[in-house]
T-cell receptor, first 115, second 116 residues
């Protein structure tokens, strides 16, 4: 089945530790995105990548880093510099070219809790 | 820059009653509009979208939304809700400009709670 896989579903980390969230897609999409969801705030864009080996900061990139070495993978690292990392993280992908704006497909999310 | 406003954070409604979830947007360019639904601890699923053409768009499970350019709105409606419609609903907008990338801007969400 084609889709986006995020792992793990739940993640616990101690304060001060870096942690990497996985996102893999087999939809052959060029573009991938990371969003953060907090209660009452909707989804906010962290980073996005429109093509392999290229990515741009979104609205709340501070304290996060990404890489895009392969088309199907877009891992997100939450660093110790992120002041409030506990949140629900959603990965998405979208088709290429002129279809890029027409739809985004989401993974099931990773809930990160920092204690 | 774009923005999306969902004024109602929660909407309680009885089963089989009609419901409207409001969405207004602002943008300096043409836009595509989306409604996504999220069930607890899950990702977002696309409910319906407006890209072009008919301003009234429908989903397979009875929801519909109408794009109103003059009022910059994209309200979601359903004539008769079911318990299973209980979820959080997000309105989103993206640039209808080729090459702009699908950087969705989301509203803050509306929690629809259907009661017996």
């Amino acid at each position: 089945d084609g889709g986006i896989t995020q792992s793990p579903k739940y993640l616990f980390r101690k304060e001060g530790q870096n942690v990497t969230l996985s996102c893999e897609q087999n939809l052959n999409h060029d573009a991938m995105y990371w969003y953060r969801q907090d209660p009452g705030q909707g989804l906010r864009l962290i980073y996005y990548s429109q093509i392999v080996n290229d990515f741009q900061k979104g609205d709340i990139a501070e304290g996060y880093s990404v890489s895009r070495e392969k088309k199907e993978s877009f891992p997100l690292t939450v660093t110790s510099a992120q002041k409030n990392p506990t949140a629900f993280y959603l990965c998405a992908s979208s088709p290429s070219g002129h279809l890029m704006n027409t739809e985004a497909f989401f993974g099931q999310g990773t809930r990160l809790t920092v204690v | 820059a774009q923005s999306v406003t969902q004024l109602d954070s929660q909407v309680p409604v009885f089963e089989e009653a009609p419901v409207e979830l409001r969405c207004n947007y602002s943008s300096s360019v043409s836009v595509y509009l989306f409604w996504y639904v999220q069930y607890p601890n899950q990702g977002l699923q696309l409910l319906l979208k407006y890209l072009s053409g008919s301003t009234l768009v429908k989903s397979i499970n009875g929801f519909e939304a109408e794009f109103n350019k003059s009022q910059t709105s994209f309200h979601l409606r359903k004539p008769s809700v079911h318990i299973s419609d209980t979820a959080e609903y997000f309105c989103a907008v993206s640039d209808a400009v080729t090459g702009g990338g699908n950087k969705l801007t989301f509203g803050t969400g509306t929690q629809l709670k259907v009661e017996l």
